[in-house]
């Protein structure tokens, strides 16, 4: 359960846990990475933007997201923030709701999951949540491709290199 730990560092350059995400160098595409800073410097929260359209916008966007950070807290209906990074990433401006969700259990290695898949009004976007043992909710938004079972055995720890400030 090495994906589910918190780093211990005096001052982390990055998040201070573990982002659980696709290794950049599985993935075909662009990767880009955004921090959710707090006003006292702490880490609320890591997204990450994976383009597969050759600069066009990007195919999925996964969010690791402690507890406390703001960007947790949705109104009903509201999509998740994830949702909305993806919907701004491609231009979309168009109001889009939550309509449904369904909790399901998944695999993850030797590990059960309770993801909740979350349905929207637009229909091109798949989003699914779960929460990690650390408390972290982890957010999956993908833009015109369902987001199946096999995805989750893509998932695992990035390195903490990948944040540290230079």
Partial sequence: MSFLRR?????PAGPDFDVLAMDPGDWPGNLGA???PAPDGSCQGVFLRYDLFGGRG??????????GSPAREVEEGQVPFEVAQLLAALDNDEPVTVVETE????????????????????????????DRSDGVLVTIASWDRPITDDLYALLKPLPAELFQQG
């Fill in 34 to 36: 955004g921090l959710l």
């Fill in 103 to 130: 909790d399901t259990p998944v695999m993850h290695q030797d590990n059960l999951l309770i993801v909740k898949r979350i349905k929207c009004s637009e229909s091109r976007i798949s989003c699914v949540q779960f």
């Fill in 58 to 67: 990007p195919a999925m966007i996964i969010g690791n997201l402690p507890e």
């Fill in 7 to 11: 780093r211990s560092a005096a001052t």
